[in-house]
Nanobody, 127 residues
Framework: QVQLVESGGGLVQAGGSLRLSCAAS????????MGWFRQAPGKEREFVAA????????FYADSVKGRFTISRDNAKNMVYLQMNSLKSEDTADYYC????????????????????WGQGTQVTVSS
C-alpha cells in the first residue's frame, strides 16, 4: 500500500509563490509516476502536473505551464510542486497522486488512471 501526505499549502497573495511537498511511502513508490491534481470549489478535479518515475520528463497543464515546476527526489521519496506567479484561479485543494502503470516516457492525464491519492492540501490565492 502506498501512502501520500501533502504539505505546504496556505494563503498567499496573487503573484506570490508556494512550494507543495508530498511524502510518499510504501513498496515500489520510487518507480511510480507521480503528479498533482487540483479541485476548486464546484469544479471537477483537473490535472496540474506529473513526472515520470526517473524524473526525466515532466508534463504540465497549459494553465500552469511556465509558472509551476514539478520535481522529485527518489532518495527521499518526495515530490514537489513549486508554484510561482500564483493567480486567484489557482485556488484549490491540491492532491498528490501516484500511478503504477504509465505510458512509456509519458504520463496519464485523467484522474481515474491514478492509483493512489493523498488527502490534499488547500491553496488559497487572494487577489
Amino acid at each position: 500500500q502506498v501512502q501520500l501526505v501533502e504539505s505546504g499549502g496556505g494563503l498567499v497573495q496573487a503573484g506570490g509563490s508556494l512550494r507543495l511537498s508530498c511524502a510518499a511511502s510504501g513498496r515500489n513508490v520510487g518507480i511510480y509516476a507521480m503528479g498533482w491534481f487540483r479541485q476548486a470549489p464546484g469544479k471537477e478535479r483537473e490535472f496540474v502536473a506529473a513526472i515520470t518515475w526517473r524524473g526525466d520528463n515532466a508534463f504540465y497543464a497549459d494553465s500552469v505551464k511556465g509558472r509551476f515546476t514539478i520535481s522529485r527526489d527518489n532518495a527521499k521519496n518526495m515530490v514537489y510542486l513549486q508554484m510561482n506567479s500564483l493567480k486567484s484561479e489557482d485556488t484549490a485543494d491540491y492532491y498528490c497522486v501516484a500511478d503504477r502503470l504509465t505510458p512509456y516516457g509519458g504520463v496519464h492525464y485523467s484522474p481515474g488512471e491514478y492509483d493512489y491519492w493523498g488527502q490534499g492540501t488547500q491553496v488559497t490565492v487572494s487577489s
